[in-house]
């Protein structure tokens, strides 16, 4: 995933930059950038690795050499980001979070006459904000370049330009992604996150539409171009990555969530098939609301049988070897055993991918002395790899815990009836459930349906992405 933060002012906003883009560090773990445009210092422009040290800690000693009444920061679990691009549009810098799929095709594509080239990361691949730039850079204007991109981009692409006279704003065709426009005194601000911005003293302003492409100044925002009428809003926004202050199409993440986990109980209770357990648990961190929800439903007591200890092991720490991240997982979970020792637990997580971390988790439970572990997801069975962000991407689809128990249980015939074991309620579905209870150690295992979540987010369901659920465009 990624976060970005860009702010246009009448004073010196390096400051609100700074912190409005470390805001959105929960999005991302690999690189964190930051650039800025002064009319007397031209652009500048900063990018480090925050693999292991959080973006705050790196770009603190920067800050004295930044200045600048307009900027933009981002923070990306993909490519070193923003660039600055010079080019016959304009000096400009650049920022993008999306997946581009048929990024080798569009690089193809640009080699095809002389004179065309893109400096290579260490992989061989190309930067795919650098790829987007390019796009924008074949028409003659912004406006132009940056619709012909999203046109022709497989995936997704929301991009944040910070120019001389301005911020150009441009929300992906699709609004996968949300993109808001905060105001104060001094200025306006463009940010991923809402809440980000209000504790820098912004008020909510303007949310822009799918597609949609404005101009943000200090005196406000002019559009450029209309938004579309189609929407597909990712739904994890609010299940998993999105940060519980935040607010996406006017529906808040936490209020979701704890109305998610109530629907579950609700539904728990209908079906009969709600466990007797001593407490209701969720997953930290973004699990404790749903099971929040769903304890206040069920009646029953709310704990947290563990906590995760996070200042030496910050979510930035990802080391590259499994092993090692295996053993960092690990070393995060501290357990309470007043809370597990002899006790009945049902656990909440936001969801379940590949259920390696899950599975740890539950053996570190049952060596802490639990009785019992029931396993609740707070989304439906994950069928598909995403295509549009990285959110559960793979390098297959094999990858994912339901898929590889339904090529356990029927090989590739199993494949064609994905529906099926996606649905509860068939013999499929069931032997899905009890295979992943018997390999895990759950004592019982139950997802929320699509229904259900779609019923907790209260949006229209076509403007709603459910690609990873159901495969459905």
Same mark, same amino acid.
């Given at each position: 995933?990624?976060?970005?933060?860009?702010?246009?002012?009448?004073?010196?906003?390096?400051?609100d930059v700074f912190f409005g883009t470390d805001y959105h560090?929960?999005?991302?773990?690999?690189?964190?950038?930051? #650039?800025?445009?002064? /009319?007397?210092? =031209?652009? *500048?422009?900063?990018?480090?690795?925050?693999?292991?040290?959080?973006f705050r800690t790196k770009f603190e000693s920067d800050l004295v050499k930044f200045g600048g009444q307009a900027g933009i920061g981002c923070i990306s679990d993909t490519d070193p980001q923003p660039l600055l691009v010079r080019s016959h549009l304009g000096m400009f810098a650049i920022a993008t979070v999306g997946l581009i799929n048929n990024a080798e095709?569009?690089? #193809?594509?640009?080699? /095809?006459?002389? =004179?065309? *080239?893109?400096?290579?990361?260490?992989?061989?691949?190309?930067?795919?904000t650098?790829?987007?730039a390019a796009l924008i850079n074949q028409k003659d204007n912004l406006v132009d370049g940056i619709r012909h991109a999203q046109e022709v981009i497989d995936g997704s692409c929301t991009i944040l330009l910070l120019t001389e006279s301005g911020l150009i704003a441009a929300r992906d065709k699709l609004g996968r992604l949300p993109m808001l426009v905060g105001q104060n005194l001094d200025g306006c601000c463009v940010s991923f996150e809402s809440f980000a911005y209000h504790k820098l003293g912004y008020q909510d302003y303007y949310e822009l539409g799918p597609g949609e492409i404005v101009k943000i100044t200090a005196e406000g925002v002019e559009q450029l171009s209309a938004p579309g009428t189609q929407m597909k809003i990712c739904a994890f926004l609010w299940t998993y990555y999105g940060y519980p202050n935040s607010n996406y199409e006017g529906r808040n993440v936490e209020v979701m969530r704890c109305r998610n986990g109530e629907i579950m109980a609700r539904e728990e209770e209908r079906k009969g098939t709600m466990p007797d357990v001593d407490y209701v648990a969720g997953v930290p961190d973004s699990g404790l609301p749903h099971a929040i929800g769903y304890a206040n439903h069920s009646h029953k007591p709310f704990a947290r049988p563990f906590v995760k200890y996070t200042p030496t092991w910050p979510r930035s720490f990802m080391p590259e070897d499994q092993q090692v991240r295996n053993q960092v997982a690990k070393m995060k979970q501290i357990p309470v055993p007043e809370l597990i020792q002899g006790?009945?637990?049902?656990?909440?997580?936001?969801?379940i991918v590949r259920g390696t971390q899950l599975r740890e988790t539950v053996e570190f439970l049952y060596d802490s002395g639990a009785k019992?572990?029931?396993?609740?997801?707070?989304?439906?069975?994950?069928?598909?790899s995403c295509k549009y962000l990285n959110f559960s991407s793979?390098?297959?689809?094999?990858?994912?815990?339901?898929?590889?128990?339904?090529?356990?249980?029927?090989?590739?015939?199993?494949?064609?009836?994905?529906?099926?074991?996606?649905?509860?309620?068939?013999?499929?579905?069931?032997?899905?459930?009890s295979t992943i209870c018997q390999s895990m150690g759950f004592d019982s295992l139950g997802y929320q349906s699509l229904d259900g979540l779609l019923e907790a987010i209260g949006l229209d369901r076509d403007k709603v992405c459910t690609y990873c659920w159901n495969g459905k465009e």
């Open positions: 995933m990624g976060g970005f933060f860009g702010t246009i002012s009448h004073k010196n906003c390096k400051y560090s929960h999005l991302g773990t690999r690189r964190g950038g930051m #650039a800025f445009y002064d /009319s007397q210092k =031209g652009f *500048q422009r900063q990018i480090h690795n925050i693999e292991n040290t959080p095709q569009l690089v #193809a594509d640009a080699f /095809s006459g002389p =004179g065309h *080239q893109f400096m290579a990361m260490s992989s061989g691949k190309v930067n795919t650098e790829l987007t006790k009945k637990l049902l656990f909440v997580d936001d969801s019992e572990v029931h396993m609740r997801s707070a989304c439906p069975p994950i069928m598909y793979s390098n297959s689809e094999m990858e994912l815990l339901t898929r590889k128990t339904i090529q356990t249980l029927e090989g590739m015939e199993g494949q064609k009836h994905i529906d099926e074991y996606a649905n509860p309620d068939t013999h499929r579905g069931q032997c899905l459930l």
